[in-house]
C-alpha cells in the first residue's frame, strides 16, 4: 500500500514538472516572437533617393573649320536623373544655349566667286538626350561613372548682324542645303557627390559627337574632314525628387515591455 502511494505520488509529481517546463518555454517562445517580430520591423538604413532633379550649367566649346576649341560659350541644363540601381542608371537632360567660332582670314581651295564662306558663326542650340550610365564606384555618397547617350539637336547658324545663315545661299555652293536637326551621340564621364540631406553636386566632362558637319554652316568649302564637334564641361546641382524612407517602428511599446521582464 504503502509502495502504490509512493508510486502515486512520484508520478503526480513528474507530471507537474512537465506541465510547469511545458508552460514556461511556451511564455518564452511568446516573448522572443515579440522581440523578432519587433526586431524584423526595424530598418536602420538612411532614406533612399532613387530620382533626382538635375540642374547644370556648363562651358562648351567649337571644334571645326572656324576654330579648334578656343571660344567657349555656355549651355543651360535640366533633367531627371534616375539612381535606383547599383551598376546602371540613366539621365534625360534638355539644355539650351549657343556655341561661337571665327576665323577672319579663313580660305578655302573651293572658294568661286559664286560661294564664298562664312569667316563667323553663332549657332543656338536646342537639345533633348538619354543618357545611359556605368558606375565604376557607387557608394551612399560617392559615384564616378562613364555614360553613352542619343539625342537630337536643333541648330541654327546665325552671322554678326542676326541673320539666319541657312538662308544665305552664296556661302555655300548652289547645290549644297543642309536640314538644321541632327542626331547626337554624348559620350561622357562624371562624378557625383550627395549630402546626408540627400542633395548633391557633380561634374561631367562629354564630347557631344554631332552628326552634322554645318554647325558652322561650313561643309562642302570646308577644309577639314568629319563633322564638327562640341566639347562640354557641366557642373550639376542634384534635388531629390522621390524619397523612400527607412521603416520605422511600430510596437516600440512591446519591444519595451519585452526589455523590462527580461530585466527583471
Given at each position: 500500500?504503502?509502495m502504490?502511494?509512493?508510486i502515486?505520488?512520484?508520478l503526480?509529481?513528474l507530471?507537474g514538472?512537465n506541465i ?12 522572443w ?5 519587433d526586431?524584423n520591423?526595424?530598418d536602420?538604413s538612411?532614406p ?8 547644370g550649367l556648363s562651358?562648351?566649346a567649337?571644334?571645326?573649320d ?7 560659350t555656355?549651355l543651360y541644363?535640366f533633367g531627371?536623373s534616375?539612381?535606383q540601381?547599383k ?12 556655341i561661337t567660332?571665327?576665323n577672319?582670314?579663313y580660305?578655302?581651295?573651293?572658294i568661286t566667286?559664286q ?9 543656338s542650340l536646342?537639345?533633348l538626350s ?10 551612399k555618397?560617392f559615384?564616378?561613372y562613364?555614360s ?6 536643333q541648330f541654327t ?12 545661299f ?11 536637326v541632327?542626331v547626337?551621340l554624348?559620350?561622357a564621364?562624371?562624378a557625383?557627390?550627395w549630402?546626408k540631406?540627400?542633395?548633391g ?19 562642302a ?7 564638327d564637334?562640341?566639347?562640354q ?9 522621390r ?6 517602428m ?12 527580461i530585466?527583471?
Open positions: 500500500m504503502k502504490s502511494k509512493i502515486i505520488m512520484s503526480w509529481l507530471i514538472i510547469t517546463t511545458i508552460i514556461a518555454q511556451n511564455e518564452q517562445d511568446s516573448l516572437n515579440v522581440f523578432e517580430k526586431t520591423l526595424i536602420l538612411p533612399k533617393y532613387p530620382l533626382f532633379l538635375d540642374i562651358a562648351n567649337y571644334s571645326g572656324l576654330s579648334s576649341y578656343q571660344k567657349w555656355a541644363h531627371l534616375f539612381n540601381n551598376k546602371w542608371n540613366g539621365r534625360v537632360n534638355l539644355s539650351f544655349g549657343f567660332g571665327e577672319r582670314t580660305q578655302s581651295p573651293k566667286e560661294a564664298v564662306p562664312n569667316t563667323f558663326f553663332s549657332t536646342l537639345t538619354y543618357e545611359l550610365r556605368y558606375n565604376f564606384i557607387k557608394t555618397r559615384a564616378l562613364a553613352q547617350g542619343f539625342g537630337l539637336m547658324p546665325k552671322n554678326e548682324e542676326g541673320q539666319k545663315l541657312v538662308d544665305i552664296n556661302t555655300r555652293p548652289i547645290d549644297e542645303v543642309y536640314s538644321n541632327s547626337f554624348p559620350t564621364v562624371g557625383n557627390y549630402l540631406n540627400g542633395y553636386v557633380g561634374l561631367q566632362a562629354s564630347l557631344l559627337n554631332p552628326q552634322t558637319d554645318y554647325l558652322d554652316n561650313i561643309s568649302l570646308g577644309t577639314k574632314n568629319g563633322n564637334q562640341i566639347l564641361f557641366r557642373f550639376f546641382v542634384l534635388a531629390p525628387l524619397i523612400v524612407y527607412a521603416k520605422k511600430p510596437e516600440r511599446r512591446r519591444k519595451n515591455n519585452f526589455t523590462h521582464q530585466t527583471e
